[in-house]
Antibody, heavy 118, light 106 residues
């Protein structure tokens, strides 16, 4: 049974870089894509991007090139970096595993609130 | 980007009701359509993947149908724990996009 847990600073200053880590247990991480999704308070879900163990990544263009994702199978972790943050980046950030058949998000972390404020 | 719409945006229902939520994609996405349930303060939970495949552990009162650009999520007999927000998501092409959600409340 796979489990995911987000971690990182809950408060980031404007213009700085948001950095989050997702620690995975119960999966070697070698055969799936791994994704980040966010949700501002009271709003819907936004797909941020995904990373494969090979290093292949795909990001949402709406984030204007500010996203970097990486994965370390030896630590069973993957990470998100979002640069030049503003208040609009304040949200709950979720990590998730992509299923193989239809790329469905079949396992999720509990989510972590990140607030951008000085 | 593929735009996803859902209708209705919210609905009121009672325990035992049959509930249907519709999701439409701005272009054809074959069967790359997934449904999630989100309860307050919780992460979304996968219900249906590939338009009509029931995720393991999800009650059989949930079902999905459709292909191409029009899809439906049906709850055959609403239970108290089903009051939540439901989102569709397309995974046909990146960026993967979600619908705006449908609130199901009492």
């Amino acid at each position: 049974h796979v489990q995911l847990q987000e971690s990182g600073p809950g408060l980031v200053k404007p213009s700085e870089t948001l950095s989050l880590t997702c620690t995975v247990s119960g999966d070697s991480m070698t055969n799936n894509y791994w994704s980040w999704i966010r949700q501002p308070a009271g709003k819907g879900l936004e797909w941020i991007g995904r990373v494969y163990p090979s290093g292949f990544t795909s990001y949402n263009p709406s984030l204007n090139g500010r996203v970097t994702m990486s994965l370390d199978t030896s630590k069973t972790q993957f990470s998100l970096k979002l640069s030049s943050v503003t208040a609009a980046d304040t949200a709950v950030y979720f990590c998730a595993r992509d299923g193989k058949s239809y790329l469905q998000l079949d396992s999720w972390g509990q989510g972590m609130l990140v607030t951008v404020s000085s | 980007d593929i735009q996803m719409t859902q209708s209705p945006s919210s609905l009121s229902a009672s325990v035992g009701d049959r509930v249907t939520i519709t999701c439409r994609a701005s272009q054809r996405i074959s069967s790359f359509l997934n449904w999630y349930q989100q309860r307050p303060g919780k992460a979304p939970n996968l219900l249906i993947y590939g338009a009509s495949n029931l995720q393991s552990g999800v009650p059989s009162r949930f079902s999905g149908s459709g292909s191409g650009s029009d899809f439906t999520l049906t709850i055959s007999s609403l239970q108290p724990e089903d009051f939540a927000i439901y989102y569709c998501q397309q995974t046909s092409s990146t960026p993967f996009t979600f619908g705006p959600g449908t609130i199901v409340d009492v």
